[in-house]
């Protein structure tokens, strides 16, 4: 009975089957029904009849066929392929009100957002005191030592500072012999450099206010230049000029080639200056950054009266050239 019950049941199992028209099977698969054997893959796409809503076929090996170039001929130049012209920003991405968050988020909400944000992009205002020169000069051939500093302090923005600058030099325990104080409004003009303006007075030799107008910044090649025209209130004009360049050593050791150039007009009989380029001061100096705000240096500086200059010292008795050894600090905060 068993295996009559199985016997039945394989029976009616293969009724089904047997239904079937297999008469299709034995020919060619191109001509069998076409959309069965695209669906499932297992005929070329060329072989296929297109869908409703498919591109033309002389498009589908070319995606960019049926896009319109025109507008990308009339495109600047761009380094980035592919990126759209300035000029292609629709005229409703300007319109509008300046400040549309405040519609949505409310003024209150979003002030302090633009705040941060224009302190991101130059409105924070920091400041800085920058000893670049606090040095003791021995003389090298046996006449006076003396000393020098050379300081700065400046307060504001990237773009408007207020700038203080002294600097000054004498004898060690003997008297001062300059000493001038200048207070700056400085604008940047560039990247690299400051337009700076104000005023300068000097306390010794004798009081002298002048005005100031100069450039500071860095040049090409890394070199810091900071030069400035100074008018007394006597008319006299003069200018000076400094260079300076750090070739680090080592991350710490820094060596600095530095030249300053004083120039006049004309005669300055109180000061006895003569016209023309009054005195070049050519230095080198190593110094070791203990920590960036400060390296105390050591140097050689040179010192030379030039052209009528040189002949005014002569004619006092003096030597208008000389060598020196430089111990000194340079530090910030």
């Not at 190593?286 to 200059?309: M, N, Q, S, W």
Request: aromatic content about 6%.
């Amino acid at each position: 009975m068993r295996r009559a019950a199985l016997l039945a049941g394989a029976m009616l199992m293969a009724a089904p089957l047997a239904a079937q028209d297999h008469a299709e099977h034995g020919k060619n698969a191109g001509t069998q029904p076409q959309m069965d054997h695209c669906a499932m893959g297992h005929l070329p796409p060329e072989q296929c009849p297109p869908k409703e809503g498919d591109p033309p076929a002389e498009t589908m090996d070319d995606p960019m066929a049926g896009m319109d170039h025109g507008a990308h001929r009339g495109m600047a130049e761009k380094s980035a392929p592919g990126a759209a012209a300035e000029d292609a920003l629709p005229r409703r991405a300007l319109e509008g009100p300046q400040h549309a968050a405040d519609a949505i988020w409310g003024s209150a909400a979003m002030a302090p957002a633009r705040r941060q944000l224009a302190r991101e992009n130059g409105g924070m205002v920091t400041g800085k005191i920058f000893v670049e020169r606090l040095e003791a000069r021995l003389a090298a051939d046996g006449a006076e030592d003396g000393y020098v500093w050379d300081a700065q302090a400046w307060y504001g923005g990237d773009i408007n500072r207020f700038v203080l600058k002294t600097e000054g030099e004498g004898e060690i325990g003997g008297a001062l012999e300059d000493a001038e104080i200048q207070a700056l409004y400085s604008r940047a003009i560039g990247p690299f450099f400051d337009l700076q303006a104000g005023v300068r007075f000097d306390s010794e030799p004798e009081a002298r206010t002048h005005l100031v107008v100069g450039v500071a910044g860095l040049a090409p090649y890394m070199f810091h230049v900071d030069g400035a025209l100074f008018l007394s209130d006597r008319g006299k004009l003069t200018a000076r000029i400094e260079a300076e360049y750090d070739q680090k050593i080592t991350q710490r050791l820094i060596l600095q080639p530095r030249i300053e150039a004083e120039f006049a007009a004309q005669d300055i009989p109180a000061r006895e200056i003569g016209a023309g380029i009054t005195k070049i001061e050519p230095g080198l100096r190593l110094r070791y950054e203990i920590v960036p705000e400060f390296a105390p240096y050591i140097g050689l500086e040179y010192e030379a009266k030039t052209g009528e200059t040189a002949d005014i010292a002569r004619l006092a008795g003096e030597d208008p050239d000389g060598l020196k050894i430089a111990l000194g600090l340079r530090a910030w905060f």
